[in-house]
Protein backbone atom coordinates (compact mmCIF):
# COMPACT_ATOMS: atom_id res chain seq x y z
CA UNK A 1 0.00 0.00 0.00
CA UNK A 2 1.15 3.30 -0.22
CA UNK A 3 3.64 5.27 1.65
CA UNK A 4 2.99 8.76 3.09
CA UNK A 5 5.22 11.66 4.66
CA UNK A 6 4.62 14.76 6.56
CA UNK A 7 7.23 17.23 7.92
CA UNK A 8 6.67 20.71 9.85
CA UNK A 9 9.77 22.37 11.19
CA UNK A 10 12.46 24.63 10.94
CA UNK A 11 14.68 22.35 9.38
CA UNK A 12 13.58 23.39 5.32
CA UNK A 13 15.40 20.42 4.62
CA UNK A 14 13.36 18.45 1.73
CA UNK A 15 16.19 15.41 2.13
CA UNK A 16 14.80 14.64 5.47
CA UNK A 17 11.62 13.92 4.03
CA UNK A 18 13.06 11.74 0.80
CA UNK A 19 15.12 9.97 2.70
CA UNK A 20 11.94 8.52 5.33
CA UNK A 21 10.27 7.96 1.82
CA UNK A 22 12.61 5.81 1.15
CA UNK A 23 12.43 3.84 4.27
CA UNK A 24 8.76 3.23 2.86
CA UNK A 25 9.76 2.32 -0.33
CA UNK A 26 8.30 -1.15 0.39
CA UNK A 27 4.27 -0.28 0.96
CA UNK A 28 4.63 1.02 -2.62
CA UNK A 29 6.79 1.80 -5.87
CA UNK A 30 5.02 2.71 -8.63
CA UNK A 31 5.89 6.58 -8.86
CA UNK A 32 6.89 8.66 -6.09
CA UNK A 33 6.07 12.62 -5.82
CA UNK A 34 6.30 15.77 -2.96
CA UNK A 35 5.14 19.23 -2.24
CA UNK A 36 7.32 21.86 -0.83
CA UNK A 37 6.36 25.24 0.81
CA UNK A 38 8.47 27.60 -0.84
CA UNK A 39 8.36 30.56 1.59
CA UNK A 40 10.49 32.72 -0.62
CA UNK A 41 8.52 32.31 -3.43
CA UNK A 42 4.86 31.99 -1.03
CA UNK A 43 3.87 29.49 -3.45
CA UNK A 44 3.98 25.61 -3.18
CA UNK A 45 6.39 23.54 -5.38
CA UNK A 46 5.75 20.18 -6.29
CA UNK A 47 7.40 17.44 -8.57
CA UNK A 48 5.99 14.11 -9.33
CA UNK A 49 7.54 10.57 -11.37
CA UNK A 50 6.94 7.28 -12.41
CA UNK A 51 9.12 4.38 -10.69
CA UNK A 52 11.27 4.46 -7.73
CA UNK A 53 12.19 7.61 -5.06
CA UNK A 54 15.77 7.81 -6.52
CA UNK A 55 14.50 9.26 -9.43
CA UNK A 56 12.48 11.47 -7.73
CA UNK A 57 15.14 12.55 -5.65
CA UNK A 58 17.21 12.40 -9.08
CA UNK A 59 14.67 14.78 -10.64
CA UNK A 60 14.49 17.24 -7.54
CA UNK A 61 17.98 17.77 -6.40
CA UNK A 62 18.06 19.55 -10.94
CA UNK A 63 16.31 22.54 -8.72
CA UNK A 64 16.14 21.51 -5.11
CA UNK A 65 13.82 23.68 -3.26
CA UNK A 66 14.24 24.54 0.68
CA UNK A 67 11.11 24.95 2.83
CA UNK A 68 8.53 23.63 4.87
CA UNK A 69 5.63 22.12 5.36
CA UNK A 70 6.63 19.71 2.98
CA UNK A 71 4.56 16.39 2.05
CA UNK A 72 6.08 13.12 0.22
CA UNK A 73 4.46 9.90 -1.16
CA UNK A 74 5.21 6.64 -2.55
CA UNK A 75 2.03 4.81 -4.91
CA UNK A 76 1.11 1.42 -4.74
CA UNK A 77 -1.67 1.91 -7.70
CA UNK A 78 -5.22 1.09 -6.75
CA UNK A 79 -7.51 3.78 -8.58
CA UNK A 80 -5.85 5.25 -11.78
CA UNK A 81 -2.83 3.64 -14.21
CA UNK A 82 1.03 4.22 -13.34
CA UNK A 83 1.34 7.70 -14.69
CA UNK A 84 2.87 11.05 -13.61
CA UNK A 85 -0.63 12.34 -13.52
CA UNK A 86 -1.76 9.73 -11.32
CA UNK A 87 1.32 10.15 -9.24
CA UNK A 88 0.71 12.09 -5.84
CA UNK A 89 0.79 14.70 -4.26
CA UNK A 90 -2.70 16.01 -5.82
CA UNK A 91 -4.08 19.30 -6.01
CA UNK A 92 -6.89 21.68 -6.77
CA UNK A 93 -7.67 23.82 -9.52
CA UNK A 94 -5.59 26.62 -8.23
CA UNK A 95 -2.60 24.69 -6.53
CA UNK A 96 -3.32 26.11 -3.57
CA UNK A 97 -3.74 22.85 -1.65
CA UNK A 98 -1.90 19.44 -2.11
CA UNK A 99 -2.89 15.94 -1.02
CA UNK A 100 -0.90 12.75 -0.62
CA UNK A 101 -3.02 9.72 0.54
CA UNK A 102 -2.58 6.25 1.25
CA UNK A 103 -6.10 4.38 1.57
CA UNK A 104 -9.53 4.13 -0.95
CA UNK A 105 -12.32 6.57 -1.61
CA UNK A 106 -15.34 4.52 -2.67
CA UNK A 107 -17.88 7.26 -3.78
CA UNK A 108 -14.99 9.25 -5.64
CA UNK A 109 -16.75 9.01 -8.94
CA UNK A 110 -20.05 10.48 -7.24
CA UNK A 111 -18.19 13.39 -5.60
CA UNK A 112 -15.86 13.83 -8.53
CA UNK A 113 -19.41 14.67 -11.01
CA UNK A 114 -20.53 16.89 -8.65
CA UNK A 115 -17.39 18.71 -8.68
CA UNK A 116 -17.23 18.74 -12.04
CA UNK A 117 -20.52 20.44 -12.10
CA UNK A 118 -19.27 22.95 -9.67
CA UNK A 119 -16.76 23.72 -12.50
CA UNK A 120 -13.88 21.96 -11.07
CA UNK A 121 -10.87 20.46 -13.45
CA UNK A 122 -9.84 17.10 -12.92
CA UNK A 123 -6.44 16.45 -14.21
CA UNK A 124 -6.06 12.46 -12.63
CA UNK A 125 -7.76 9.12 -12.61
CA UNK A 126 -7.58 8.61 -8.90
CA UNK A 127 -10.06 8.72 -6.13
CA UNK A 128 -7.32 10.75 -3.83
CA UNK A 129 -7.93 14.57 -6.41
CA UNK A 130 -11.34 14.67 -4.98
CA UNK A 131 -9.90 15.57 -1.94
CA UNK A 132 -7.86 18.40 -2.71
CA UNK A 133 -11.17 19.81 -4.44
CA UNK A 134 -13.21 19.46 -1.84
CA UNK A 135 -10.94 20.93 0.20
CA UNK A 136 -10.92 24.08 -2.51
CA UNK A 137 -14.52 23.93 -2.32
CA UNK A 138 -14.66 24.39 1.43
CA UNK A 139 -11.54 26.55 1.64
CA UNK A 140 -12.25 30.33 3.56
CA UNK A 141 -8.46 30.67 4.79
CA UNK A 142 -8.30 27.80 7.47
CA UNK A 143 -6.92 24.77 6.12
CA UNK A 144 -8.01 22.17 9.25
CA UNK A 145 -11.45 23.39 8.94
CA UNK A 146 -11.95 22.74 5.40
CA UNK A 147 -10.43 19.62 5.73
CA UNK A 148 -12.55 18.53 8.26
CA UNK A 149 -15.52 19.46 6.33
CA UNK A 150 -14.15 17.99 2.90
CA UNK A 151 -13.57 14.25 5.15
CA UNK A 152 -17.21 14.12 5.87
CA UNK A 153 -18.06 13.31 2.28
CA UNK A 154 -15.64 10.51 2.10
CA UNK A 155 -16.51 6.91 2.16
CA UNK A 156 -13.57 4.35 2.42
CA UNK A 157 -10.50 4.64 4.02
CA UNK A 158 -7.71 7.18 4.25
CA UNK A 159 -4.50 8.44 6.11
CA UNK A 160 -3.46 11.88 4.35
CA UNK A 161 -1.50 15.21 4.65
CA UNK A 162 -2.37 18.65 3.52
CA UNK A 163 -0.52 21.40 2.99
CA UNK A 164 -1.70 25.15 1.90
CA UNK A 165 -0.49 28.37 0.64
CA UNK A 166 -2.87 30.51 1.47
CA UNK A 167 -2.46 29.20 4.73
CA UNK A 168 1.28 27.79 4.46
CA UNK A 169 2.02 27.90 8.67
CA UNK A 170 0.89 24.37 9.36
CA UNK A 171 0.23 20.84 8.26
CA UNK A 172 -3.21 18.74 8.56
CA UNK A 173 -3.27 15.32 8.75
CA UNK A 174 -5.81 12.78 9.23
CA UNK A 175 -6.46 8.95 9.47
CA UNK A 176 -9.33 6.19 9.15
CA UNK A 177 -8.04 2.62 9.03
CA UNK A 178 -4.61 3.70 7.21
CA UNK A 179 -2.05 3.77 9.46
CA UNK A 180 -0.58 7.18 10.16
CA UNK A 181 1.83 8.45 13.36
CA UNK A 182 3.18 11.65 14.08
CA UNK A 183 6.77 11.88 15.65
CA UNK A 184 8.51 14.57 17.30
CA UNK A 185 12.12 15.12 16.22
CA UNK A 186 15.21 16.39 17.46
CA UNK A 187 14.48 19.64 17.35
CA UNK A 188 11.73 21.18 19.07
CA UNK A 189 8.63 22.28 17.37
CA UNK A 190 9.23 19.70 14.21
CA UNK A 191 7.29 17.06 13.15
CA UNK A 192 7.42 14.27 11.11
CA UNK A 193 4.89 12.29 9.55
CA UNK A 194 4.36 8.74 8.65
CA UNK A 195 2.64 5.63 7.64
CA UNK A 196 4.84 3.07 9.60
CA UNK A 197 7.54 3.79 12.11
CA UNK A 198 10.49 2.67 9.95
CA UNK A 199 10.62 6.04 8.54
CA UNK A 200 11.01 8.11 11.01
CA UNK A 201 13.65 5.82 13.59
CA UNK A 202 16.22 8.09 12.73
CA UNK A 203 14.66 11.14 13.45
CA UNK A 204 12.15 10.90 16.46
CA UNK A 205 12.44 9.54 19.96
CA UNK A 206 8.67 10.03 20.57
CA UNK A 207 5.80 9.19 18.78
CA UNK A 208 1.85 9.38 18.53
CA UNK A 209 -0.63 7.18 16.68
CA UNK A 210 -3.54 8.44 15.56
CA UNK A 211 -7.10 6.55 15.63
CA UNK A 212 -9.78 6.92 13.18
CA UNK A 213 -11.49 10.11 12.49
CA UNK A 214 -8.25 12.06 14.07
CA UNK A 215 -6.81 15.12 12.24
CA UNK A 216 -4.04 16.08 13.84
CA UNK A 217 -3.04 20.03 13.25
CA UNK A 218 1.14 21.07 13.35
CA UNK A 219 1.90 24.88 13.60
CA UNK A 220 5.22 26.47 15.16
CA UNK A 221 2.32 27.47 18.27
CA UNK A 222 0.72 23.95 18.92
CA UNK A 223 -0.04 20.52 17.67
CA UNK A 224 -3.12 19.66 18.59
CA UNK A 225 -5.56 16.57 17.56
CA UNK A 226 -9.44 16.74 16.81
CA UNK A 227 -11.77 13.93 16.63
CA UNK A 228 -14.96 15.13 15.51
CA UNK A 229 -14.06 18.54 16.13
CA UNK A 230 -13.52 17.54 19.69
CA UNK A 231 -9.85 18.53 21.29
CA UNK A 232 -7.90 14.93 21.96
CA UNK A 233 -5.54 14.74 24.72
CA UNK A 234 -2.78 12.91 23.33
CA UNK A 235 0.33 11.51 24.88
CA UNK A 236 3.65 11.07 23.09
CA UNK A 237 4.92 7.56 23.83
CA UNK A 238 8.75 5.84 23.48
CA UNK A 239 9.46 4.82 19.81
CA UNK A 240 11.26 1.75 20.39
CA UNK A 241 13.30 0.65 17.29
CA UNK A 242 16.54 0.24 17.33
CA UNK A 243 18.63 1.97 14.14
CA UNK A 244 20.76 -0.58 12.97
CA UNK A 245 17.37 -3.12 12.91
CA UNK A 246 16.42 -1.46 9.68
CA UNK A 247 20.02 -1.75 7.62
CA UNK A 248 21.43 -4.08 5.47
CA UNK A 249 24.53 -4.88 7.21
CA UNK A 250 26.71 -6.92 4.77
CA UNK A 251 23.58 -8.29 3.00
CA UNK A 252 22.74 -7.01 -0.22
CA UNK A 253 19.13 -7.68 0.85
CA UNK A 254 16.60 -7.44 3.32
CA UNK A 255 15.44 -10.69 2.12
CA UNK A 256 18.75 -12.24 2.72
CA UNK A 257 19.81 -10.47 5.81
CA UNK A 258 16.02 -11.46 7.37
CA UNK A 259 16.14 -15.05 6.28
CA UNK A 260 19.93 -15.06 7.89
CA UNK A 261 18.07 -13.32 11.07
CA UNK A 262 15.67 -16.74 11.25
CA UNK A 263 17.42 -18.40 13.87
CA UNK A 264 17.68 -15.44 16.33
CA UNK A 265 13.97 -14.49 15.14
CA UNK A 266 13.08 -18.13 16.62
CA UNK A 267 15.10 -17.14 19.79
CA UNK A 268 13.34 -13.72 20.52
CA UNK A 269 9.99 -15.08 20.20
CA UNK A 270 10.75 -17.62 22.79
CA UNK A 271 12.78 -15.57 25.05
CA UNK A 272 11.21 -16.04 28.62
CA UNK A 273 8.20 -17.60 26.93
CA UNK A 274 9.57 -21.36 28.03
CA UNK A 275 8.79 -22.69 31.52
CA UNK A 276 10.60 -26.24 30.52
CA UNK A 277 10.23 -27.89 34.42
CA UNK A 278 6.28 -27.21 34.12
CA UNK A 279 6.04 -28.05 30.61
CA UNK A 280 4.49 -24.54 30.05
CA UNK A 281 4.38 -21.06 28.08
CA UNK A 282 4.47 -18.26 29.49
CA UNK A 283 2.42 -15.70 27.59
CA UNK A 284 2.66 -12.14 29.13
CA UNK A 285 -0.13 -10.82 26.72
CA UNK A 286 -2.53 -13.05 27.19
CA UNK A 287 -2.90 -13.01 31.07
CA UNK A 288 -5.40 -10.66 30.99
CA UNK A 289 -7.43 -13.44 29.15
CA UNK A 290 -6.17 -16.54 30.55
CA UNK A 291 -9.42 -17.53 32.65
CA UNK A 292 -11.41 -16.75 29.69
CA UNK A 293 -9.59 -18.92 27.46
CA UNK A 294 -9.94 -21.93 29.52
CA UNK A 295 -14.00 -21.48 28.25
CA UNK A 296 -12.80 -21.49 24.26
CA UNK A 297 -13.98 -24.29 22.40
CA UNK A 298 -13.61 -22.88 18.69
CA UNK A 299 -10.38 -20.80 17.80
CA UNK A 300 -10.59 -19.04 14.42
CA UNK A 301 -7.13 -18.28 12.90
CA UNK A 302 -7.20 -15.23 10.20
CA UNK A 303 -4.63 -14.05 7.87
CA UNK A 304 -3.71 -13.43 4.36
CA UNK A 305 -0.59 -14.57 2.24
CA UNK A 306 2.14 -15.99 4.50
CA UNK A 307 0.62 -15.19 7.72
CA UNK A 308 -2.30 -17.18 6.39
CA UNK A 309 0.16 -20.11 6.11
CA UNK A 310 1.37 -19.80 9.58
CA UNK A 311 -2.21 -19.76 10.37
CA UNK A 312 -2.80 -23.48 8.87
CA UNK A 313 -0.03 -24.61 10.87
CA UNK A 314 -1.28 -23.35 14.10
CA UNK A 315 -4.62 -25.06 13.20
CA UNK A 316 -2.68 -28.81 12.83
CA UNK A 317 -0.72 -28.24 15.96
CA UNK A 318 -3.63 -26.81 18.11
CA UNK A 319 -6.32 -29.47 16.99
CA UNK A 320 -3.32 -32.01 17.62
CA UNK A 321 -2.01 -31.07 21.09
CA UNK A 322 -4.67 -29.19 22.68
CA UNK A 323 -7.82 -30.88 21.36
CA UNK A 324 -9.69 -27.37 20.77
CA UNK A 325 -11.49 -27.32 16.71
CA UNK A 326 -9.46 -24.66 15.00
CA UNK A 327 -11.06 -23.11 11.57
CA UNK A 328 -8.56 -21.02 9.30
CA UNK A 329 -10.00 -18.05 7.99
CA UNK A 330 -8.90 -16.07 4.60
CA UNK A 331 -9.03 -12.27 5.94
CA UNK A 332 -10.33 -11.08 2.72
CA UNK A 333 -13.12 -14.06 2.57
CA UNK A 334 -13.65 -14.39 6.49
CA UNK A 335 -16.06 -11.20 6.60
CA UNK A 336 -18.01 -11.55 3.69
CA UNK A 337 -18.83 -15.24 4.69
CA UNK A 338 -21.38 -16.17 7.68
CA UNK A 339 -19.31 -17.27 10.14
CA UNK A 340 -21.04 -19.58 13.08
CA UNK A 341 -19.47 -17.25 16.29
CA UNK A 342 -20.58 -17.40 19.87
CA UNK A 343 -19.01 -15.95 22.68
CA UNK A 344 -17.08 -19.44 23.38
CA UNK A 345 -15.27 -18.74 19.80
CA UNK A 346 -11.90 -17.18 20.01
CA UNK A 347 -10.68 -15.39 17.03
CA UNK A 348 -6.97 -15.02 16.31
CA UNK A 349 -5.55 -12.65 14.05
CA UNK A 350 -1.86 -13.06 12.46
CA UNK A 351 -0.21 -9.89 10.56
CA UNK A 352 3.25 -9.01 10.43
CA UNK A 353 1.86 -5.45 10.13
CA UNK A 354 -0.88 -5.68 12.01
CA UNK A 355 -2.19 -3.04 8.98
CA UNK A 356 -3.70 -5.37 6.65
CA UNK A 357 -7.01 -3.93 6.04
CA UNK A 358 -8.41 -7.78 4.84
CA UNK A 359 -7.27 -9.34 8.20
CA UNK A 360 -8.51 -6.29 10.34
CA UNK A 361 -11.53 -6.27 8.32
CA UNK A 362 -12.37 -9.95 8.98
CA UNK A 363 -11.16 -9.34 12.93
CA UNK A 364 -13.74 -6.60 13.46
CA UNK A 365 -16.48 -8.93 12.06
CA UNK A 366 -15.70 -11.78 14.36
CA UNK A 367 -15.20 -9.26 17.57
CA UNK A 368 -18.85 -8.00 16.87
CA UNK A 369 -20.61 -11.32 16.99
CA UNK A 370 -18.96 -11.89 19.96
CA UNK A 371 -15.78 -13.48 19.54
CA UNK A 372 -12.41 -12.81 22.04
CA UNK A 373 -10.23 -11.14 19.78
CA UNK A 374 -6.85 -12.13 19.96
CA UNK A 375 -3.45 -11.43 18.12
CA UNK A 376 -0.34 -12.02 16.79
CA UNK A 377 1.95 -9.34 15.29
CA UNK A 378 5.22 -8.01 14.91
CA UNK A 379 4.43 -3.70 15.18
CA UNK A 380 3.46 -2.26 18.27
CA UNK A 381 1.54 0.10 18.27
CA UNK A 382 -0.14 -0.92 14.75
CA UNK A 383 -4.26 -1.08 14.28
CA UNK A 384 -4.52 -4.75 15.05
CA UNK A 385 -2.72 -4.41 18.53
CA UNK A 386 -5.71 -1.77 18.99
CA UNK A 387 -8.79 -4.45 17.73
CA UNK A 388 -7.29 -7.33 20.16
CA UNK A 389 -8.95 -8.19 23.11
CA UNK A 390 -5.35 -9.56 24.24
CA UNK A 391 -1.78 -10.84 21.85
CA UNK A 392 1.26 -11.61 21.65
CA UNK A 393 4.05 -9.56 19.87
CA UNK A 394 7.02 -11.34 17.84
CA UNK A 395 9.57 -8.73 18.84
CA UNK A 396 11.95 -9.69 16.34
CA UNK A 397 12.81 -6.10 14.64
CA UNK A 398 11.39 -4.45 11.43
CA UNK A 399 11.04 -6.98 8.63
CA UNK A 400 11.71 -4.83 5.42
CA UNK A 401 11.69 -7.30 2.75
CA UNK A 402 8.34 -7.19 1.34
CA UNK A 403 8.44 -10.65 0.97
CA UNK A 404 7.67 -12.31 4.81
CA UNK A 405 10.48 -14.90 6.03
CA UNK A 406 11.64 -14.19 9.67
CA UNK A 407 8.67 -13.25 11.27
CA UNK A 408 6.73 -16.30 9.45
CA UNK A 409 9.32 -18.23 11.50
CA UNK A 410 8.50 -16.35 14.56
CA UNK A 411 4.75 -16.94 14.17
CA UNK A 412 5.21 -20.41 14.27
CA UNK A 413 7.39 -20.60 17.53
CA UNK A 414 4.99 -18.83 18.72
CA UNK A 415 1.79 -20.45 17.91
CA UNK A 416 4.00 -24.17 19.06
CA UNK A 417 3.55 -21.78 22.45
CA UNK A 418 0.18 -21.35 22.49
CA UNK A 419 -0.79 -24.91 21.87
CA UNK A 420 1.40 -25.34 25.21
CA UNK A 421 -0.70 -22.59 26.33
CA UNK A 422 -4.03 -23.84 25.93
CA UNK A 423 -3.13 -27.69 25.70
CA UNK A 424 -2.18 -27.22 29.43
CA UNK A 425 -5.42 -25.65 30.36
CA UNK A 426 -6.78 -28.72 28.84
CA UNK A 427 -5.94 -32.20 28.77
CA UNK A 428 -1.93 -31.82 27.88
CA UNK A 429 0.21 -33.69 29.88
CA UNK A 430 3.75 -32.31 31.62
CA UNK A 431 5.45 -34.74 29.75
CA UNK A 432 4.09 -33.55 26.39
CA UNK A 433 4.37 -29.92 27.22
CA UNK A 434 7.87 -30.64 28.48
CA UNK A 435 8.45 -32.14 25.18
CA UNK A 436 7.30 -29.38 23.37
CA UNK A 437 9.28 -26.49 25.43
CA UNK A 438 12.72 -28.28 24.84
CA UNK A 439 12.19 -28.95 21.75
CA UNK A 440 11.63 -25.55 21.40
CA UNK A 441 14.11 -24.63 23.19
CA UNK A 442 16.79 -26.26 20.58
CA UNK A 443 15.08 -24.86 17.59
CA UNK A 444 17.57 -21.78 17.06
CA UNK A 445 20.42 -24.09 16.89
CA UNK A 446 19.38 -26.32 14.30
CA UNK A 447 18.07 -23.59 12.34
CA UNK A 448 21.69 -22.09 12.20
CA UNK A 449 22.72 -25.56 10.96
CA UNK A 450 20.43 -25.34 8.42
CA UNK A 451 21.96 -21.75 6.91
CA UNK A 452 25.36 -23.50 6.77
CA UNK A 453 24.03 -24.96 3.91
CA UNK A 454 23.34 -21.50 2.15
CA UNK A 455 26.01 -22.07 -0.58
CA UNK A 456 24.63 -25.71 -1.42
CA UNK A 457 21.30 -24.11 -1.74
CA UNK A 458 22.29 -21.21 -3.41
CA UNK A 459 23.77 -23.35 -6.03
CA UNK A 460 20.55 -25.55 -6.49
CA UNK A 461 18.67 -22.40 -6.85
CA UNK A 462 20.39 -21.11 -9.68
CA UNK A 463 20.94 -24.44 -11.45
CA UNK A 464 16.83 -24.46 -11.45
CA UNK A 465 15.82 -20.93 -12.05
CA UNK A 466 15.61 -21.60 -15.65
CA UNK A 467 12.68 -23.12 -14.94
CA UNK A 468 9.51 -21.65 -15.39
CA UNK A 469 6.72 -23.70 -13.37
CA UNK A 470 7.10 -25.72 -10.24
CA UNK A 471 5.31 -27.78 -7.69
CA UNK A 472 5.89 -27.95 -4.06
CA UNK A 473 4.23 -30.58 -2.43
CA UNK A 474 4.00 -31.88 1.48
CA UNK A 475 1.30 -33.23 3.76
CA UNK A 476 0.32 -32.89 6.88
CA UNK A 477 2.58 -29.92 8.66
CA UNK A 478 4.33 -29.26 5.58
CA UNK A 479 1.40 -28.60 3.80
CA UNK A 480 1.08 -25.06 4.03
CA UNK A 481 5.03 -25.05 3.70
CA UNK A 482 4.20 -26.46 -0.15
CA UNK A 483 2.10 -23.93 -0.02
CA UNK A 484 4.54 -21.31 1.71
CA UNK A 485 7.37 -22.52 -0.92
CA UNK A 486 5.35 -21.68 -3.87
CA UNK A 487 4.60 -18.35 -2.93
CA UNK A 488 8.09 -17.01 -1.91
CA UNK A 489 9.38 -18.40 -5.99
CA UNK A 490 6.29 -16.37 -7.35
CA UNK A 491 6.85 -13.54 -5.01
CA UNK A 492 10.64 -13.01 -5.46
CA UNK A 493 10.91 -14.10 -8.87
CA UNK A 494 7.89 -12.71 -10.66
CA UNK A 495 8.73 -14.99 -13.13
CA UNK A 496 8.04 -18.41 -12.09
CA UNK A 497 4.86 -19.95 -11.99
CA UNK A 498 5.10 -22.64 -8.85
CA UNK A 499 2.26 -24.01 -7.12
CA UNK A 500 1.83 -25.62 -3.28
CA UNK A 501 -0.30 -29.04 -3.16
CA UNK A 502 -0.87 -31.39 -0.63
CA UNK A 503 1.15 -34.27 -2.06
CA UNK A 504 -1.91 -36.74 -2.28
CA UNK A 505 -4.20 -34.60 -3.78
CA UNK A 506 -1.35 -34.64 -6.86
CA UNK A 507 -2.66 -37.95 -8.41
CA UNK A 508 -6.08 -36.47 -8.41
CA UNK A 509 -5.07 -33.92 -11.45
CA UNK A 510 -1.70 -31.75 -11.54
CA UNK A 511 0.23 -34.84 -12.07
CA UNK A 512 -1.21 -34.35 -15.80
CA UNK A 513 1.57 -31.77 -15.73
CA UNK A 514 4.73 -33.58 -14.56
CA UNK A 515 7.58 -34.45 -17.10
CA UNK A 516 11.37 -33.10 -17.09
CA UNK A 517 10.54 -29.82 -17.75
CA UNK A 518 8.50 -29.37 -14.67
CA UNK A 519 10.57 -29.61 -11.40
CA UNK A 520 8.84 -30.51 -7.79
CA UNK A 521 9.95 -28.86 -4.68
CA UNK A 522 9.25 -32.32 -1.88
CA UNK A 523 9.62 -31.57 1.60
CA UNK A 524 9.30 -35.26 3.16
CA UNK A 525 10.64 -35.09 6.89
CA UNK A 526 11.01 -38.28 9.12
CA UNK A 527 7.54 -37.61 10.13
CA UNK A 528 4.07 -39.98 10.44
CA UNK A 529 3.52 -39.50 6.86
CA UNK A 530 6.83 -40.04 5.34
CA UNK A 531 5.29 -43.28 3.59
CA UNK A 532 3.18 -41.15 1.91
CA UNK A 533 5.59 -38.45 0.92
CA UNK A 534 7.78 -40.98 -0.40
CA UNK A 535 4.95 -42.34 -2.51
CA UNK A 536 4.34 -38.77 -3.96
CA UNK A 537 8.47 -38.81 -5.24
CA UNK A 538 7.85 -42.00 -6.65
CA UNK A 539 4.77 -41.02 -8.77
CA UNK A 540 6.52 -37.84 -9.63
CA UNK A 541 9.94 -39.43 -10.75
CA UNK A 542 7.96 -42.44 -12.60
CA UNK A 543 7.07 -39.17 -15.45
CA UNK A 544 10.02 -38.42 -15.36
CA UNK A 545 9.75 -35.46 -13.12
CA UNK A 546 12.87 -33.99 -11.24
CA UNK A 547 13.03 -33.61 -7.32
CA UNK A 548 14.39 -31.33 -4.58
CA UNK A 549 13.76 -33.00 -1.32
CA UNK A 550 14.03 -31.19 2.14
CA UNK A 551 14.52 -34.57 4.30
CA UNK A 552 15.68 -35.18 7.58
CA UNK A 553 19.60 -35.90 8.41
CA UNK A 554 20.32 -39.52 8.11
CA UNK A 555 18.27 -40.84 5.73
CA UNK A 556 19.83 -42.34 3.01
CA UNK A 557 17.04 -43.66 1.25
CA UNK A 558 16.10 -40.20 -0.23
CA UNK A 559 19.80 -40.00 -1.35
CA UNK A 560 18.99 -42.57 -4.46
CA UNK A 561 15.12 -40.39 -4.83
CA UNK A 562 15.89 -37.09 -5.04
CA UNK A 563 17.71 -35.38 -7.99
CA UNK A 564 18.36 -32.77 -5.40
CA UNK A 565 18.41 -32.87 -1.88
CA UNK A 566 18.82 -30.37 1.57
CA UNK A 567 18.75 -31.89 4.78
CA UNK A 568 17.52 -30.54 7.84
CA UNK A 569 18.12 -31.63 11.37
CA UNK A 570 15.70 -34.12 13.42
CA UNK A 571 13.19 -32.37 15.79
CA UNK A 572 9.50 -33.02 16.85
CA UNK A 573 7.00 -33.47 13.88
CA UNK A 574 4.90 -30.44 14.57
CA UNK A 575 8.02 -28.59 14.62
CA UNK A 576 9.18 -29.86 11.36
CA UNK A 577 8.37 -26.82 9.58
CA UNK A 578 9.83 -23.92 11.53
CA UNK A 579 12.88 -26.00 9.98
CA UNK A 580 11.86 -26.63 6.70
CA UNK A 581 10.66 -22.94 5.29
CA UNK A 582 14.14 -21.89 6.08
CA UNK A 583 15.35 -24.12 2.59
CA UNK A 584 12.35 -23.08 0.90
CA UNK A 585 13.08 -18.99 1.80
CA UNK A 586 16.48 -19.61 0.39
CA UNK A 587 15.48 -21.14 -2.25
CA UNK A 588 13.57 -18.19 -3.62
CA UNK A 589 16.16 -15.96 -2.49
CA UNK A 590 19.01 -17.49 -4.39
CA UNK A 591 16.65 -18.10 -7.35
CA UNK A 592 15.20 -14.54 -7.63
CA UNK A 593 19.13 -13.18 -7.33
CA UNK A 594 20.28 -15.27 -10.11
CA UNK A 595 17.17 -13.98 -12.44
CA UNK A 596 18.18 -10.20 -11.75
CA UNK A 597 14.89 -9.37 -9.56
CA UNK A 598 14.94 -7.19 -6.60
CA UNK A 599 13.87 -9.78 -4.28
CA UNK A 600 13.25 -6.90 -1.26
CA UNK A 601 10.48 -5.42 -3.49
CA UNK A 602 9.00 -7.49 -6.08
CA UNK A 603 6.77 -5.86 -9.07
CA UNK A 604 2.91 -5.63 -7.72
CA UNK A 605 3.51 -6.18 -4.51
CA UNK A 606 3.73 -3.93 -1.30
CA UNK A 607 4.73 -5.06 2.27
CA UNK A 608 1.18 -4.54 3.77
CA UNK A 609 -1.98 -4.24 1.98
CA UNK A 610 -4.56 -1.53 4.10
CA UNK A 611 -7.12 -1.16 1.64
CA UNK A 612 -9.34 -4.13 0.45
C1 LIG B 1 1.46 -9.06 1.63
C2 LIG B 1 2.95 -9.30 1.83
O1 LIG B 1 1.22 -7.78 1.16
O2 LIG B 1 0.76 -9.20 2.88
C3 LIG B 1 3.12 -10.72 2.35
O3 LIG B 1 3.61 -9.12 0.58
C4 LIG B 1 2.34 -10.87 3.66
O4 LIG B 1 4.48 -10.99 2.56
C5 LIG B 1 0.88 -10.47 3.51
O5 LIG B 1 2.41 -12.20 4.06
C6 LIG B 1 0.20 -10.34 4.87
O6 LIG B 1 0.83 -9.29 5.58
P1 LIG B 1 0.72 -9.17 7.16
O7 LIG B 1 1.44 -7.90 7.47
O8 LIG B 1 -0.73 -9.10 7.49
O9 LIG B 1 1.38 -10.39 7.76
Not at 302 to 325: K, Q
Not at 500 to 528: Q, R
Not at 587 to 593: Q, S
Request: net charge neutral.
Amino acid sequence: MCGIIGYFGKQNNVKIGIDALKRLEYRGYDSAGLAVYDHEKKSIFSIKTVGRIDRLEELFYKSPVSGSPFILHTRWATTGKVTEENAHPQCDCKRNVFVVHNGIIENYKDLKEKLKAKGHKFTSETDTEVISHLIEHYFKGNLEEATAKALKLLKGTYALAVICRDDPEKLVVARLSSPLLIGVGLENGDYLVASDPNAIVPYAKKVVYLEDNELAVMTSEKFFVLKENVLEDKSFEDLDIKMEESQKGEFSHFMLKEIFEEPESIRKSIAGRLLIEEGLANLGGLESVKEKMKGINRLIILGCGTARHAAMIGEYMIEEYAGIPVEVGIGSEFRYKKPVIDENTAVLAISQSGETADTIGALKEAKRKGALALGITNTVGSTQTRETDAGVYNHVGPEIGVASTKVFVSQLAILALLTVFLGRQRGMSLVTGKKIASELEKLPGLAEKILGQSEKIKKIAEKYSKYRNFFFLGRKYNYPIALEGALKLKEVTTLIHAEGYPAGEMKHGPIALIDENFPTFCFVPSDSVYEKMINAIEETKARNGKVIAVATEGNEEIKKMADDLIYIPQTMEMLTPILSVIPAHLFAAYAGLKLGKDIDKPRNLAKSVTVE
